[in-house]
T-cell receptor, first 118, second 111 residues
Framework: GAVVSQHPSWVICKSGTSVKIECRSL??????MFWYRQFPKQSLMLMATSNEGSKATYEQGVEKDKFLINHASLTLSTLTVTSAHPEDSSFYIC??????????????FGDGTRLSIL | SQQGEEDPQALSIQEGENATMNCSYK?????LQWYRQNSGRGLVHLIL?????REKHSGRLRVTLDTSKKSSSLLITASRAADTASYFC???????????FGAGTQVVVTP
């Protein structure tokens, strides 16, 4: 089946650094990818919709300058957490929607990236 | 804001028992999906039920959808310790496929 790979799976870094998370669709082309954030013991919250070749669409309350999204190819979307602080520590999960997707099909999720800011 | 509300928040049962969890949502949907998440891991897709469907089965899983009440239920029959996980419902309400997740139900199955 379709696979979405997320890298890294776990990252620890110092406050103030920027962290890039990659989301790759391995065996299909994804025109649209989604980025979610999940705090411990909470649900997933949609952060933004990433469309290949165009600007991402951010959900209300998500800082565009804080969470930079780039979807430069049909198989790769990146989320960069800029100047990360401890409150940015969270579990970030991406999902991908193939071009032939319809509302009758599920999306494909990555395994997530656990980000810990010291 | 979250589209779906789930209950119960937590469920503790013994192996062999059935587990039922419910999800309510607010707006019209294209489909509703159920996912499982083991602690600290990614999401595993379980079942997708379209808005014109009322019931769907997959192995030990049974999902119902009542669009008039804007609610869905997930039944896990003959539960196993390996079913211990958090279960989320998610609704797809727009043409982009954005998912709005419920708060989740944490299920613990004891041997």
């Amino acid at each position: 089946g379709a696979v979405v790979s997320q890298h890294p799976s776990w990252v620890i870094c110092k406050s103030g650094t920027s962290v890039k998370i990659e989301c790759r669709s391995l065996d299909f082309q994804a025109t649209t990818m989604f980025w979610y954030r999940q705090f411990p013991k909470q649900s997933l919250m949609l952060m933004a919709t990433s469309n290949e070749g165009s600007k991402a669409t951010y959900e209300q309350g998500v800082e565009k300058d804080k969470f930079l999204i780039n979807h430069a190819s049909l198989t790769l979307s990146t989320l960069t957490v800029t100047s990360a602080h401890p409150e940015d520590s969270s579990f970030y999960i991406c999902s991908a929607r193939p071009p032939s997707w319809s509302s009758r099909q599920p999306q494909h999720f990555g395994d997530g990236t656990r980000l810990s800011i010291l | 804001s979250q589209q779906g509300e789930e209950d119960p928040q937590a469920l503790s049962i013994q192996e062999g028992e059935n587990a039922t969890m419910n999800c309510s949502y607010k707006t019209s949907i294209n489909n509703l999906q159920w996912y499982r998440q083991n602690s600290g891991r990614g999401l595993v897709h379980l079942i997708l039920i379209r808005s014109n469907e009322r019931e769907k089965h997959s192995g030990r899983l049974r999902v119902t959808l009542d669009t008039s009440k804007k609610s869905s239920s997930l039944l896990i029959t003959a539960s196993r310790a390996a079913d211990t996980a958090s279960y989320f419902c998610a609704t797809d309400s727009d043409s982009w496929g954005k998912l709005q997740f419920g708060a989740g139900t944490q299920v613990v199955v004891t041997p």
